[in-house]
T-cell receptor, first 118, second 113 residues
């Protein structure tokens, strides 16, 4: 059973602080993702990674960075937190792309971290 | 760029009513389509997915969805809803690459007993 865990369920930080959100998956998945979820906006992709030390910008990367030093761990970093980054952050993982003729694999989500920036 | 449109942001139904949630997407190429559900306080989890073959796909808990390529639609249906179906439902699409999913804004479904 795939398990994606996130380091905190709730986090409160102050404006300007550096914030680390950690995500760990235990199924040896190649791909990992960070989304933020806001009411009325759905989920929006921040960054993703398809391999160790590889990262790609998603739709809303501004104000965020990521780190993937180990295959199982993908960190989201807010260099200087701002109030507009108050949100629910969801991590997801997925196996690497299947070969020709095989199906796309679903993403497995963690429980989320609700971050409040004061 | 891909986009996903969910027509109803809030839906309120009585138990045993039939459900249809609309989803349209904009990507013109080969797509993979998903419906995810988020029950109150729980993880986002997959309801069903389509990537090829029979356009009518069946998922968990009695849900099904129909892919209509000509309409760029992937509507979610359930013939008779239960109180436990109260949740937020998200339609998502992927254009076949290694990048993430593009989600709709979600539909908050409330089932009244």
């Amino acid at each position: 059973d795939v398990k994606v865990t996130q380091s905190s369920r709730y986090l409160v930080k102050r404006t300007g602080e550096k914030v680390f959100l950690e995500c760990v998956q235990d199924m040896d998945h190649e791909n990992m993702f960070w989304y933020r979820q806001d009411p009325g906006l759905g989920l929006r992709l921040i960054y993703f990674s398809y391999d160790v030390k590889m990262k790609e910008k998603g739709d809303i990367p501004e104000g965020y960075s990521v780190s993937r030093e180990k295959k199982e761990r993908f960190s989201l970093i807010l260099e200087s937190a701002s109030t507009n980054q108050t949100s629910m952050y969801l991590c997801a993982s997925r196996p690497g792309l299947a070969g020709p003729g095989e199906s796309y694999n679903e993403q497995f989500f963690g429980p989320g971290t609700r971050l409040t920036v004061l | 760029a891909q986009s996903v449109s969910q027509h109803n942001h809030h839906v309120i139904l009585s138990e045993a009513a039939s459900l249809e949630l609309g989803c349209n997407y904009s990507y013109g190429g080969t797509v993979n389509l998903f419906w995810y559900v988020q029950y109150p306080g729980q993880h986002l989890q997959l309801l069903l997915k389509y990537f090829s073959g029979d356009p009518l796909v069946k998922g968990i808990k009695g849900f099904e969805a129909e892919f209509i390529k000509s309409k760029f639609s992937f509507n979610l249906r359930k013939p008779s809803v239960q109180w436990s179906d109260t949740a937020e439902y998200f339609c998502a699409v992927n254009g076949g690459g290694a990048d993430g999913l593009t989600f709709g804004k979600g539909t908050h479904l409330i089932i009244q007993p």
